[in-house]
């Protein structure tokens, strides 16, 4: 049974900084690109990082770029998104992605919001 795990969210006043995380299990997490969305209300699902299977090269959202940083760990089967100098527009339920060919599967998202 696959299974994407989010953790890690919360409140947290801008500037502030989380680190989410989401453990893999019911597939062969190494050979999957990963990937953390959001999507905040009323809004679009936007792809906010991803990380490739094999070389682990990264790419960013720009609105991202510089404060996110995607990482993966294939002997634990996770991936993780420290978040610093958050602002209130990244508030959102981030949700993890793991993308292979024709196979994409979904975690539930964990809420994060930037308020003072």
């Known amino acids: 049974q696959v299974q994407l795990v989010e953790s890690g969210g919360g409140l947290v006043q801008p500037g502030g900084s989380l680190r989410l995380s989401c453990a893999a299990s019911?597939?062969?997490?190494?050979?999957?690109?990963m990937s953390w969305y959001r999507q905040a209300p009323g809004k679009e699902r936007e792809l906010v990082a991803t990380?490739?299977?094999?070389?682990?090269?990264?790419n960013y959202a720009d609105s991202v770029k510089g404060r996110f940083t995607i990482s993966r760990d294939n002997a634990k089967n996770t991936v993780s998104l420290q978040m610093n100098s958050l602002k209130p527009e990244d508030t959102a339920v981030y949700l993890c992605?793991?993308?292979?060919?024709?196979?994409?599967?979904w975690g539930q998202g964990t809420q994060v919001t930037v308020s003072s």
């Open positions: 990380i490739s299977r094999a070389t682990s090269s990264t």
């Open positions: 019911g597939f062969t997490f190494g050979s999957y690109t």
């Open positions: 992605n793991a993308q292979r060919l024709y196979y994409s599967y």
